[in-house]
């Protein structure tokens, strides 16, 4: 099953925060954050790992709670950079990374 | 630089028409991978391939038909048994094995049928 992204869109003054959700039905291995700015392809943000740490950078960061099966992108301060479409991707297993379930993708528009 | 190569960037298809988009990789990894998008939506899985000579229908996958006969390439043909193929195709890689690794995507290419 597609894992369920929230919210669908928002929309941010540039210095707001952010935060987009993935959640699944199934208990999750890993979960990946990606971006994708209009007529471009994704880029890779992230991967959360069951057992992993908290990861990110100052202003991008994610969490995993492997209870909930859910992942949540925290973006900080937000910039005029951080538009675009966000997506999750999850696997099931270890042996499963070649093959990612996707969310249907949130939209961030950040305003000056 | 390493990284994915997609040709052409765009693409127009007369009816009936078979089309072969290109892709290449310099980085070394296992698995490569075919989207397709539609305006406002996310990624639909055409085929995949974890080694070479071998390959796997994605959701999508009636219509297209791949080859991977080397590491390096993972063309993708859109048949003219495709009836809607006008669209935005991706194409990605990765390690296989690690137990976790991001995908890097080509930059894509736009499908349209005239």
């Known amino acids: 099953q597609q894992p369920v992204q929230s919210p669908q869109a928002v929309i941010l003054r540039e210095g707001e925060d952010a935060v987009i959700n993935c959640s699944s039905s199934k208990a999750l291995y890993s979960v990946h954050w990606y971006r994708q700015k209009h007529g471009e392809a994704p880029v890779f943000l992230m991967i959360l790992l069951k057992g992993g740490e908290q990861k990110g950078h100052e202003k991008i960061s994610a969490s995993f709670n492997e209870k909930k099966q859910q992942s949540s992108l925290y973006l900080t301060a937000s910039q005029l950079s951080y538009s675009g479409t966000y997506f999750c991707g999850t696997t099931t297993t270890m042996d499963s990374n070649y093959q990612l379930i996707w969310g249907a993708g949130t939209k961030l528009i950040i305003k000056p | 630089d390493g990284g994915i190569t997609q040709s052409p960037k765009y693409l127009f298809r007369k009816e009936g028409q078979n089309v072969t988009l290109s892709c290449e990789q310099n980085?070394?990894?296992?698995?490569m991978y075919w989207y397709r998008q539609d305006p406002g939506q996310g990624l639909r899985l055409i085929y995949y391939?974890?080694?070479?000579?071998?390959?796997q229908k994605g959701d999508i996958a009636e219509g297209y038909s791949v080859s991977r006969e080397k590491k390096e390439s993972f063309p993708l043909t859109v048949t003219s048994a495709q009836k809607n193929p006008t669209a935005f195709y991706l194409c990605?890689?990765?390690?296989?094995?690690?137990?976790?690794?991001?995908?890097?995507f080509g930059s894509g290419t736009r499908l349209t049928v005239v």
């Open positions: 980085l070394n990894h296992d698995a």
């Open positions: 391939s974890q080694i070479v000579n071998d390959f």
């Open positions: 990605a890689s990765t390690l296989t094995g690690t137990g976790g690794s991001g995908y890097t």
